[in-house]
């Protein structure tokens, strides 16, 4: 039998991530059990976390298990991800070695590595994570690549106990200004979990170029097909959170302009009123709103919406401790 | 009932610190507790440490708990600290964000956050801490801002431990020399644990303008009152260090030319004799020596100084251990 | 009686190591334990690591323990070394606090302190540790830095793993290519551990400069003599090949031109043919191939030799696990 991995939502039916979502809630309710004692699961931040590494730090602690954090080219060496390599540049070491080693040490390898943003068409292929996976021998977990779906959990656990049944709720995830041209990683899991729960879903960005990639496009629309829901592309903003029950916002860079990002810039810059406000809220049908965090306030959305009782971002924070513990449980419970 | 945080020893009635310091007794005699049994603190550090990093892991794992060290702007996201901000700067996330996720996550949440050594008239706000502390909906501990609390805890149990009783003993704080402008905190903090204990204090620096900030001066001066010491300022150094029980020493930047501190360094290098050697140390009656590192030999203390009978930093560095873990201990036995 | 510290294999009898190899290999059956129950070490990297690191943080949290990880002079202060200076330069701290505080917090403490590549005959003091070890009243543990003593367990136990009795096997340590001037650590240990289990050494190297230093030489000679072994050098790379049992490579520069980089880097650029390949391997009888790690594909050795089944260094690697649970174990139970 093959060892499954987490590396998208997408390798998990419908009713494997209720099952997840369902032991998350257990978990929030009980914070505390054994089903790592004794284990351990290392974890690689090839870019900043705060969240991600206290929630998995923490739910390792608190199942009785013990996370060791790697920051590979700062506090570890550098590392190769091509295979037949001559190695004469910065990396010390491959990843064939890397891999196989960790698998020795811990029971779970989780991995966060960012797009390098030069050419999407390289990062799209998400080489870090797929050569972990390649070469490890225990399960590994994305920590965020180019989706990111411990998140995606976290919000849907999130959205079900603020709204319980999320059938054909109208959902909004919405492009909003940020100085720099963030990965498209959250926005792409927004898409496939929330297609996957068959809500009705409108991608709202300022034009065509922020559409996101078709690969999440496409299994968006099979998503939403499978599930009874829908997902549509809008640049209308009144229309998009009109009767809206769910606004989720993120920024992220336009594909077309990957790597060009100077060029992309003024595009950017002309659609810093797609910031998340209290009259667009008001559109909404008492819409929820949520972020995965880190946000920039009067940025991205305004102190009132951050402040407001219909805010669950720190809800859904909380919840990636318990959606993690989830999956680290359900990692090593498979059959060796 | 109002959380209580644990900022300053200000806050805490002198019974509340007697009780600390023999609950700190009692754990250095025995380490080992379950007071934090599965719970968590995250340390977040702003500047580096050694011995504090280290106690307050160690502590959190000697009594059941974990610890979880950040380094944000490092290992973490940079934070805002300012309400109402448009962060369209450096900071990633905004202070409220931090500290409510956090607080979803951990137990409690320990701060180090210097002063910037620009404007004292912001430093002396301690904006950071009071940001953690403002959101937060767990307990705050000060791992050094522009007071050391935890510090001064270590070295009471330290003085103690070596005196016996306190009360009317000659306390010296020494200024000395230290190439660099180093922040008041430990300095403010040793007037006014020293002024609570009953001491007789002498602050002794080169010049008025190395007196310590009027709050903390006023704070010494009505603890000394309340608690039948007394609190004076000396800049002759054989007057001060004459008959002294307890010679404590500490090298600061002089307030009157904070951020300007190119101009502070000739008098600085004027008073480098103020190094703390073992003609001074004569002086006193059998005085007792301590720092609370780290320390620059040689150009603070002498040699002979740091290894003497009387210098007890290293037991003062140790008791960081143990009354930490009684602050952690306490602050999680208050009524949720 | 004396401390004992873990510093170099050569403080340890043939028996003492024969008894480290069977406590590991028993780890190994039986990863956890309650040898360090409520205690806990510090790891202080004043170089990168990740296997080292990983191992030894787990290896703590296996026996029921808790490893402290400081990078100082990166998230603790700089530290100075030598006695009696004047401290005015970037070092905060000195070795004689950061030991005696550190051994009043914790059980155990671990050093990788590399040399610094400029003067050999300082370098060749190993400053560092032993500056640990003087002022440290708890046992401190080598982590690498003019010699590697816990890779040599390591290595010495996945020998044993795939060869059993290692009397007079033929071992070649080959040097072999690396764009830079490597640590002699690991060349040092491999002479060091192969002779004192009798083995009969080759150490092949493009010229006489690439010699070790003649202390570990000597040693050499001394454990070969004691133990039935031998040791020599060669430069015929055919001829240290044929017949081989263990083939072991390591990269370093050449002594001679030690601080004087520039200058070995045509020698070392003409050797790029020291490179581990099939052929060489086919020299061998039936051969082991192992290396430290992290290694260079294609540059130290080639994807086919790192990838076949006589390639042991991910099995040594592991091995670092359970030796140093050994070490550790071993260092604790000595009388106080």
Redesign the interface.
Known sequence: MALRHFLTTQDYSRAEIDTLLEQAAAFKRS??GQQLA?K?V?LL?FN????T???F??GA??LGG?A?V???G????PI?FE??????GE????I???A???S???DLIAVRAFPKFQDWSVDREDRVIKAFARYATVPVINMETITHPCQELAHALALKEHLGDLQNRKYVLTWTYH?KPLNTAVANSALLIATKLGMDVTLLCPTPDYVLDERYMEAGRQNAARNGGSLKVSHDIEEAYRGAHVVYAKSWGALPYFGRWEQEKPVRDAHRHFIVDEAKMALTDHGLFSHC???????KAT?AV??APYCI??DE??NR?HVQKAVMASLLAQPA
């Open positions: 914070p505390r004794g351990s290392a931040f900043p976390s705060m969240r590494r206290t929630s730090e923490l602690f608190q013990h060791i790697l920051s590979p700062k506090d570890a060496w190769e295979a037949g390599t001559v190695m004469e990396a010390e070491e491959h064939a070695e890397v196989r080693v960790l020795r040490y811990v100085p965090l880190p946000l920039r306030r009067n940025v102190d951050m402040d971002a720190i924070a909380e401790l």
